[in-house]
């Protein structure tokens, strides 16, 4: 992988943070809107002033979100890279009918797409967490807790559990992907290009080889502690190279 296709993907990723830019903007334009108590969708009603700017939000979010993908496909490689690009897929779909379908025009269109985009992020960025995990674990594990917190907003927020108020509840779980793809990014970018889980020799990943040479080193211990307790049941000094074994008196 090229470091500039790195740069250009971690920079698309980067870029989905606009969302809270254009959310702060939209929700500044009119009067009444809570974050703890009303959902982000209201602001792209049709009767809430600039509400074109939210889902055309939407909208760029949606080709962010699966640019980033496509682009940082290399790095991300097969297996949980794939699973996540699909389910980043998803959850650009369903940002799409956010966009196309508010929620005062059609619920339920508008109701799938909220659907779709929560499952979806969520659990892309689980997947994710597992894609670069390879490369870096403390990316990984910082991937994973955002994308355990969207699973439980989203579960909260899906079944009517108040755990929170419900704009809040929603927040927690649709924020969690900008900031998940942020975060991957910035990391991604540090690390450089490269597999994620790049391979030594007979084509195991980095984390084979090193469980391999650890096995390997205690194969040796063993066999070295063998060897002591065989030179000292001999009666031989396991320090001395010379030494010949026990002299008759």
Same mark, same amino acid.
């Given at each position: 992988?090229?470091?500039?296709?790195?740069? !250009?993907? #971690? @920079?698309? !990723?980067?870029?989905?943070?606009?969302?809270?830019?254009?959310?702060?903007?939209?929700?500044?334009?009119?009067?009444?809107?809570?974050?703890?108590?009303?959902?982000?969708?209201?602001?792209? %009603?049709?009767?809430?002033? !600039?509400?074109?700017?939210?889902?055309?939000?939407?909208?760029?979010?949606?080709?962010? =979100?699966?640019? +980033?993908?496509?682009?940082?496909? *290399?790095?991300?490689?097969?297996?949980?890279? =794939?699973?996540?690009?699909?389910?980043?897929?998803? #959850?650009?779909?369903?940002?799409?009918?956010? &966009?196309?379908?508010?929620?005062?025009?059609?619920?339920? #269109?508008? +109701?799938?797409?909220?659907?779709?985009?929560?499952?979806?992020?969520?659990?892309?960025?689980?997947?994710?967490?597992? $894609? =670069?995990?390879?490369?870096?674990?403390?990316?990984?594990?910082?991937?994973?807790?955002? +994308? /355990?917190?969207?699973?439980?907003?989203?579960?909260?927020?899906?079944?009517?559990?108040? =755990?929170?108020?419900?704009? #809040?509840?929603?927040?927690?779980?649709?924020? %969690?992907?900008?900031?998940? /793809?942020?975060?991957? &990014? /910035?990391? @991604?970018?540090?690390? +450089?290009?490269?597999? *994620?889980?790049?391979?030594?020799? $007979?084509?195991?990943?980095?984390?084979?080889?090193? &469980?391999?040479?650890?096995?390997?080193?205690?194969?040796? $211990?063993?066999?070295?502690?063998? $060897?002591?307790?065989? %030179?000292?049941?001999?009666?031989?000094?396991?320090?001395? *190279? !010379?030494?010949?074994?026990?002299?008759?008196?």
């Amino acid at each position: 992988m090229t470091s500039h296709r790195l740069r !250009w993907g #971690a @920079l698309v !990723w980067l870029l989905t943070l606009q969302f809270f830019v254009v959310e702060t903007i939209v929700q500044f334009r009119g009067e009444g809107h809570s974050r703890i108590h009303d959902v982000i969708s209201d602001l792209g %009603a049709t009767t809430w002033p !600039w509400h074109q700017l939210m889902n055309a939000s939407f909208v760029v979010q949606a080709a962010l =979100v699966v640019g +980033g993908a496509l682009l940082l496909a *290399p790095v991300l490689g097969s297996g949980a890279g =794939v699973v996540a690009r699909w389910l980043f897929g998803a #959850a650009a779909v369903g940002l799409l009918l956010l &966009a196309v379908f508010p929620s005062d025009a059609s619920g339920a #269109a508008h +109701g799938t797409g909220a659907v779709f985009y929560l499952i979806g992020s969520a659990l892309g960025l689980i997947a994710l967490a597992y $894609a =670069v995990r390879p490369r870096s674990e403390l990316l990984g594990t910082l991937l994973v807790v955002l +994308g /355990l917190v969207g699973a439980s907003a989203t579960t909260f927020f899906l079944t009517g559990v108040e =755990v929170l108020a419900e704009g #809040a509840t929603e927040r927690a779980a649709t924020y %969690a992907l900008p900031i998940g /793809l942020a975060v991957a &990014a /910035l990391g @991604l970018w540090r690390l +450089g290009p490269g597999e *994620p889980a790049a391979t030594g020799e $007979a084509g195991m990943s980095l984390r084979e080889e090193r &469980a391999q040479e650890r096995a390997r080193a205690a194969e040796r $211990a063993r066999e070295r502690d063998a $060897a002591l307790e065989a %030179a000292a049941r001999r009666g031989e000094d396991p320090e001395d *190279p !010379w030494a010949t074994g026990p002299r008759d008196s």
